[in-house]
C-alpha cells in the first residue's frame, strides 16, 4: 500500500519511518511518504494560509496550496481514496479501518489553523475521518493515528497475522490480560490456567477474560458480540458465569453505593440536630 500525507509540517511524521512501520517499508510492503503543501503556495512568501471571509478568529488554509499538491501527489491513474483528518468527520473504526486497509493507495490531507478552504475539499476529498470527538491543533496527530491502524491490518506488516485478528476489536471483545516471565512478581502470580499448557483450557480461561473485561468496560459492545452468536455448549457455560459474575458485582455495588448514601443522610441530619 501506497500513503501519501499532505502537511506543512512533514518533520513531525518520523515515527512512521521507525519501529514496525519502518521494516515494513524497508521489505517493501508499505510505502509512507510527506508532501510539504508550502513548497506548493504561490504566494510571495509562501503561506498556506488567510483570514477567513465573514470573519472570525484564526486563519483558514488555503485553497490552491492544498489543491496544486493533491494533483501532483495523485498523478496519473490514481485508484484510492483522499481523505481530510477533521474532527467532523465520521469517526475512525476498527472496521472503517480495515475497509481502508484493502485500498491500493490512500492521500491524507492534514490540515491547522482553523480549518481549510471548503473548495479545496469540495474538489479533492473523499471523505473526512475522525480519531475521536476532540478536536487537535492539526491534523498530523490524527494521520499518524490512522496510518498505524491502517497498516498493521496489511498481510506481513506483523508478522504475525493472528496478532491482528485476536487483539481487542477485531475479535468483538476487548484483548484478555497478558503476562510473561516471571511467573511472580512482587506477589503477583500468572493465573494457573496459563502454566499448564492445557491449550482448551487456555482458549477457555482467554474468552472468559475478554468477555469479562468488555462487559464491565463496554457493555454495548458485549451486547453486540454475544447478539445472534451460536455458542457451544461449554462456551455458553462460560458466557452465563461471566453475566453472572458481572450481575452479583453490580448488586454488590450497588448496596455499598446506598449504604454510603445512608450514612451520608445520616450524618447531615445529625449536623443539622446539633446545628
Request: glycine share 10%; with cysteine.
Amino acid at each position: 500500500m501506497k500513503i501519501t500525507i499532505l502537511t506543512i509540517f512533514p518533520e513531525m511524521f518520523a515515527p512512521l519511518h521507525q519501529s514496525i512501520l519502518g521494516r515494513a517499508q524497508k521489505a517493501g510492503l508499505l510505502e509512507i511518504r510527506e508532501v510539504d503543501i508550502r513548497a506548493y503556495s504561490k504566494n510571495k512568501h509562501h503561506n498556506t494560509d488567510d483570514a477567513p471571509y465573514g470573519g472570525g478568529a484564526g486563519m483558514v488554509m488555503l485553497a490552491q496550496p492544498i489543491v496544486d499538491a493533491m494533483r501532483d501527489a495523485q498523478g496519473e491513474g490514481f485508484c484510492g481514496k483522499r481523505i481530510y483528518l477533521s474532527p467532523r468527520g465520521q469517526t475512525l473504526t476498527q472496521k472503517k479501518a480495515e475497509a481502508l486497509a484493502r485500498e491500493k493507495e490512500l492521500i491524507l490531507l492534514c490540515g491547522h489553523y482553523e480549518g481549510v478552504d471548503q473548495r479545496a475539499l469540495d474538489l479533492c476529498i473523499d471523505e473526512e475521518l475522525s480519531i475521536g470527538d476532540y478536536v487537535l491543533t492539526g491534523g498530523e496527530l490524527g494521520a499518524m493515528v490512522l496510518v498505524d491502524c491502517i497498516a498493521r491490518l496489511i498481510p506481513g506488516v506483523l508478522g504475525c497475522e493472528e496478532s491482528a485478528q485476536t487483539e481487542s476489536f477485531s475479535s468483538g471483545l476487548l484483548e484478555y490480560p497478558q503476562y510473561t516471565r516471571p511467573r511472580e512478581f512482587e506477589g503477583l502470580t500468572v493465573p494457573e490456567p496459563l502454566l499448564n499448557g492445557n491449550h482448551a483450557q487456555i482458549e477457555d480461561w482467554q474468552l472468559e477474560q475478554a468477555l469479562y473485561i468488555t462487559m464491565k468496560r463496554r457493555p454495548e459492545m458485549a451486547r453486540a458480540y454475544l447478539e445472534g452468536r451460536k455458542l457451544s455448549r461449554k462456551q455458553k457455560r462460560i458466557v452465563d458465569g461471566v453475566i453472572a459474575r458481572v450481575e452479583e458485582e453490580e448488586a454488590q455495588e450497588r448496596l455499598e453505593a446506598e449504604r454510603r448514601q445512608a450514612l451520608f443522610l445520616c450524618a447531615l441530619a445529625q449536623g443539622g440536630e446539633k446545628g
